[in-house]
């Protein structure tokens, strides 16, 4: 912290400091309070890079006293900052400190060793000249991070993942586990990968069997995949990312459970099923059948199956400009009018609707870290995508998030060298609702406040949770609402009042609610906030109902709270459909 006064001339002089030292930093924060944080940029897995740190340091401190300045102000002393205390504050300040540390805790059980004897900043560093990191060569590609080893020492231990509010960390904030938070699961990573670590030293081909290597497994066994730390990670971390890789690498060595081979083909399953929908609806919701299926697939018998059916929905197609929709497995096999819904609104608003034959982009192969045979199924999504559109012009669209943000944001690392073709075929991929408030016809509605005008009905006000993946989606280039803030655009287009819930993850996570062992932990999740808020704010009456994306957040949060969700793709229609009534 500096006078404000003096700031220009701090600021001017730290910037000599690191021309110095051949580097340049971030310099930002509070300048109206004169704080500020410095960032350089150095390689602590150097001895130089270790020796810049600590002159810096030094000169920082120097500079600081000078100009009449604390090292530290808004954060406060510590282990990184012990060492310079006694410059600071001079030695009967330092010995008045002691007194009282001595008497407030005689035996020195609190923090020993951060402020007084602290040791020197450039010891007990995480990397340091000697550190050395081996990763396994991964299956989905890393170069946009550095490579596999640098995405995991992206994470810089300042701990954000341990809060209570936000997405970001659900399995931590229901189980106050530091293994469970995105550091502990990136501590633990480093860990595997670090040659440091020799007892548990990895290979470039394989992972050996090892404690640590099951303790990394249990660790991120429990991650939801729910990106939230992606987003609110300062570092954006990608800990579902890492999740995917490690565990590709982990099943080379070990039996996969059959269930995931279930979850991630449900794609498969759930159109085989649907062919014999009465069929597969007996035994499924037949208790005897139900148990033993579930028991043989570790399957939680406390959720109700799915109700496949044979009924397909169809686009009306009347000509107009060609739009490409992607289905996903829930809404083509299990929950056909709410696909309907979408091509019905699409319709309405003049669009030729082209069903890809190929359902999902492969989102639970992925999730379950099944990357060959999630490449398999997206170069089958591509190939079919150029037929359909060989010049890249038509847009792409769905209404699940995980598999359009699937396709989106993760083929270009599982096809590395076909990146520049990727990103051009998926530039024109949307989440339906971001596509509505950028087409033609649905603002031509807005503008004419056609929408507002018939919204009038028994449902006025939504209570939206949007689908986490939605969450972690960043800002368009175009700079209109992107991810969920494009859904609650769209109906506030439509002359609904939204209230976006914010109430984390709601803990299902796709299938991991399903699974025998994670049940108790989804509901927990649940249960920290989005069921309660649910409960208790009225939803249900004839004036309010609760909206969701994710078709297993829809599932979830009718188990969890009594309240039926619903998509709010429907609701849209109502209006939309309306207009043109």
């Known amino acids: 912290a500096i006078p404000v006064e003096r700031l220009g001339d701090f600021v001017r002089e730290i910037e000599k400091i690191l021309a110095q030292h051949k580097t340049e930093g971030g310099i930002y924060a509070h300048a109206s309070a004169g704080t500020l944080h410095i960032r350089p940029v150095l390689n602590l897995k150097t001895a130089e890079g270790v020796g810049s740190l600590r002159s810096i340091a030094e000169q920082t401190l120097s500079l600081t006293l000078s100009l009449g300045g604390a090292m ?46 602290a040791p020197t900043m450039d010891t007990h560093l995480r990397y340091g000249a000697n550190y050395h990191a081996q990763a396994w060569t991964p299956a989905i590609d890393f170069s946009r991070n550095g490579g596999l080893g640098t995405a995991i020492e992206q994470c810089n231990g300042q701990g954000v993942c341990l809060k209570d509010t936000g997405v970001m960390c659900p399995s931590f904030q229901a189980t106050r586990e530091e293994n469970n938070s995105t550091r502990g699961r990136a501590n633990l990573l480093r860990a595997l990968i670090s040659q440091s670590n020799i007892e548990y030293r990895i290979s470039k081909s394989d992972i050996r069997y090892s404690e640590l290597q099951q303790s990394v497994y249990g660790a991120l066994d429990l991650c939801l995949a729910c990106k939230g730390c992606k987003a609110e990670c ?50 499924m919701q037949n208790q005897f059948s139900k148990s033993i299926s579930a028991k043989a697939l570790q399957i939680t018998p406390h959720r109700p199956f799915p109700k496949f059916t044979s009924r397909r929905a169809r686009p009306k197609n009347k000509g107009g400009e060609k739009i490409i929709f992607l289905s996903d497995p829930f809404a083509r096999y299990v929950e056909p009018r709410i696909e309907q819904a979408a091509f019905d609104v699409l319709t309405a608003l003049g669009f030729d609707v082209q069903v890809l034959p190929v359902v999902s982009a492969g989102a ?13 199924h997206a170069a089958r999504l591509l190939n079919t995508l150029k037929k359909f559109d060989p010049d890249n012009s038509i847009p792409i669209v769905g ?8 396709l989106k944001n993760d083929y270009v690392d599982l096809f590395p060298a076909r990146a520049e073709e990727i990103s051009r075929r998926v530039s024109n991929v949307w989440l339906l609702d971001e596509f509505l408030i950028r087409s033609k016809a649905f603002n031509e509605l807005r503008a004419a406040n056609k929408l507002q005008n018939n919204s009038s009905g028994p449902i ?4 939206l949770h949007p689908h986490c993946h939605q969450r972690a989606e960043g800002p368009a280039a175009d700079g209109l609402p992107n991810g969920a803030k494009a859904t609650v655009e769209m109906l506030r287009a439509c002359g609904y009042d939204v209230e976006l819930i914010d109430a984390g993850c709601c803990g299902m996570a796709g299938t991991f609610g399903y699974e025998a062992e994670h049940y108790e932990l989804s509901m927990k999740v649940g249960e920290l906030k989005l069921f309660p808020y649910i409960r208790e704010s009225g939803i249900g009456n004839r004036e309010s109902v609760v909206a969701s994306t994710g078709a297993a957040c ?27 009534d």
Do not use: C
Not at 93 to 106: E, F, G, H, S
Not at 245 to 274: C, I, M, N, Q, S
Not at 400 to 406: N, Q
């Open 72 to 117: 530290a102000s808004e954060h406060g002393d510590g282990i990184a900052r012990g060492e310079w205390l006694r410059q600071t504050y001079g030695d009967e300040v330092i010995a008045a400190m002691r007194t009282l540390k001595r008497a407030a805790d005689p035996d020195n059980l609190l923090n020993p060793n951060k402020m007084f004897d």
């Open 399 to 406: 209404i699940e998030p995980p598999e359009i943000y699937s």
């Open 234 to 283: 300062p570092s954006g971390v990608d800990m579902a990312k890492l999740k995917s890789a490690f565990g590709a690498e982990y099943y080379k060595t070990h039996r996969r459970p059959p269930r995931d081979y279930l979850f991630g083909y449900f794609h498969v399953v759930a159109g085989a099923l649907a062919q014999v929908a009465p069929l597969a609806n007996f035994f």
């Open 554 to 580: 829809r599932m979830q949060i009718e188990q969890g709270s009594g309240i039926a969700a619903e998509h709010p793709i429907v609701l849209a229609l109502r209006v939309i459909q309306k207009d043109r």
């Open 364 to 376: 639970a192969l992925i999730s379950k870290g099944m990357l060959d045979a999630a490449r398999r």
């Open 460 to 463: 006025s006000k939504i209570k």
